[in-house]
Nanobody
Framework: QVHLVESGGGLVQPGDSLRLSCAAS????????LGWFRRAPGKEREGISC????????YYKDSVKGRFTISRDNPKKMVYLQMNNLKADDTGVYYC?????????????????????WGQGTQVTVSS
């Protein structure tokens, strides 16, 4: 089992930055890929970014490339999402999710169904 808790969301203006954090509780760490998903208003949850375990290979949704950076701190069992130059379309509930596996391909496609453990989400609102 993996227990995930997100934090760091808030209300910001376009162009501002936020750093989301996800704290994991598990005895099988670090053998998980960690992903950030977003549920925008009226939309389904979609993959935003992902990072693999040992090699820390990353994936980013096209719309956030160059603005968001995912990272992980395995000794602390933490994963972060640094979000810069936020836009109104970035608004939504951000979820941290984990899937077990060491493969470099763990982040490929960011299929929601591949992630078995989810946090409760943290709200990010970008509005002027």
């Amino acid at each position: 089992q993996v227990h995930l808790v997100e934090s760091g969301g808030g209300l910001v203006q376009p162009g501002d930055s936020l750093r989301l954090s996800c704290a994991a509780s598990t005895h099988n760490w670090p053998y998980y890929a960690l992903g950030w998903f977003r549920r925008a208003p009226g939309k389904e949850r979609e993959g935003i970014s992902c990072i693999t375990s040992d090699e820390e290979i990353t994936y980013y949704k096209d719309s956030v490339k160059g603005r968001f950076t995912i990272s992980r701190d395995n000794p602390k069992k933490m994963v972060y999402l640094q979000m810069n130059n936020l836009k109104a379309d970035d608004t939504g509930v951000y979820y941290c999710a984990a899937r077990l596996g060491q493969s470099r391909a763990m982040c490929a496609g960011m299929n929601r169904t591949h992630y078995d453990w989810w946090g409760q989400g943290t709200q990010v609102t970008v509005s002027s």
